[in-house]
């Protein structure tokens, strides 16, 4: 994706790097800038790391990090560093002390990658996060703290739901999380079934559990594609979204979200309250917080299932919150305001296509080898 929006010679020049076009990055820039760009605010340009050419990194002024973590991504950064352009790290999970138990820890927890990642991170100008904890841990030395809200992507207009039909709950998210709905969801969830039987529906979209049989729950299976997963979501038509999150320092320092996507879905939701979900207390209209314990889930889930107005009312309020708050027009604005009045005076160095070039084939050289590492390893 590549796309210069030269219509101002004036307006900064933003340039995205990013690998793979994942959620995080989407949500905790691209997007925003995107938009920017297409209201003339500033020109941007989004490059896969290894399509860069030496005239993106000479434009650029300002250059966003999109979670980068390898040699080669280290290597662009030093150039830029000392080329004099301004350099945004973005960050939306602890990537320096990810919790064991997440699927990704054994990559993110290499020495190696840990090193890269802490280099870019001190070479950095700004860190910019949707967590202010994260903000709190990494924005310091003189690095700027950037904090923004990630956006709701094609949110959808409240339509009331027929009060005869069953009540559907779900759970939407990736793979690596069926381990939370087992520990925090799963006794509540079974209990309910028990009680209410046909009158609700349960489904799991993405991270199936082991008890789903149990809920005789539909399972729809995760899509890498966030545009389809957002537009699978919005087909669901769920009256209520299930959010757990175990109560740790690396969890709490992820962004809320499964909020973000409940309420561009018209989904009511209940959170566990711990944080990054304590944050939500501000729009108590449309969420439930509740402790950790299967008691306090079952009551949460059993009072929206039993009063349709309550429920109705807390996805009517929903929708009209996205709206106010969460809207790509209004998280774009915030996000414009960080960065219109950064100091981003030409630089008077340029990177050389030499070197460019030289990272590029060592990255691939070195991705080869690694791969047969792992291959050799396996068999």
């Not at 990704?104 to 990658?113: D, L, R, T, V, W």
């Not at 840990?114 to 950095?124: L, N, P």
């Not at 919150?321 to 998280?331: D, K, Q, S, W």
């Not at 050389?352 to 791969?371: C, D, Q």
């Amino acid at each position: 994706m590549k796309d210069s929006h030269d219509l101002d010679s004036k307006s900064k020049h933003v340039l995205l790097i990013y690998r793979k076009m994942i959620p995080s990055v989407r949500l905790c820039g691209h997007c925003q800038l995107e938009y920017l760009a297409k209201e003339g605010k500033l020109q941007y340009r989004a490059v896969q790391e290894m399509k860069l050419t030496n005239d993106d990194l000479n434009w650029a002024q300002i250059v966003l990090l999109g979670r980068l973590d390898s040699w080669y991504e280290c290597q662009l950064t030093k150039l830029l560093h000392k080329a004099g352009k301004y350099l945004i790290y973005i960050i939306d999970d602890d990537l320096l002390n990810i919790s064991p138990e997440v699927s990704s820890a054994a990559y993110y927890g290499q020495k190696e990658i840990q090193s890269y990642i802490r280099g870019m991170i001190e070479m950095s100008d700004a860190i910019l996060s949707p967590s202010p904890l994260l903000l709190e841990k990494y924005a310091v030395n003189g690095r700027r703290a950037i904090q923004i809200e990630e956006p709701a992507i094609d949110p959808i207009p409240y339509r009331p739901h027929d009060p005869s039909k069953p009540v559907k709950i779900g759970f939407a998210g990736s793979i690596d999380r069926v381990g939370d709905i087992e520990e925090i969801l799963k006794d509540a969830l079974i209990q309910i079934k028990k009680e209410y039987g046909n009158k609700v529906e349960f489904e799991f979209f993405g991270a199936i559990p082991s008890f789903a049989k149990e809920l005789d729950a539909k399972c729809i299976p995760y899509t890498d594609s966030y545009d389809e997963y957002r537009r699978t979501l919005n087909d669901l038509e769920w009256d209520i979204g299930l959010a757990p999150m175990p109560d740790t320092p690396f969890h709490a320092c992820k962004h809320y979200n499964k909020f973000v996507e409940y309420a561009a879905a018209g989904i009511a939701g209940v959170y566990s309250d711990v944080p990054p979900y304590t944050r939500l207390s501000v729009f108590s209209e449309c969420t439930v917080l509740c402790e950790n314990r299967a008691e306090a889930w079952k009551t949460a889930i059993r009072e929206l299932i039993e009063d349709n107005q309550i429920r109705e009312n807390m996805r009517r309020d929903t929708v009209s919150m996205v709206n106010r708050n969460i809207a790509i027009e209004t998280c774009s604005m915030i996000f414009f305001q960080n960065i219109d009045h950064l100091d981003t005076k030409k630089p008077t160095n340029k990177p050389m296509v030499l070197w460019l070039e030289f990272y590029k084939a060592k990255n691939v050289l070195m991705r080869v080898l690694s791969k047969l590492k792992t291959y050799r390893k396996n068999n």
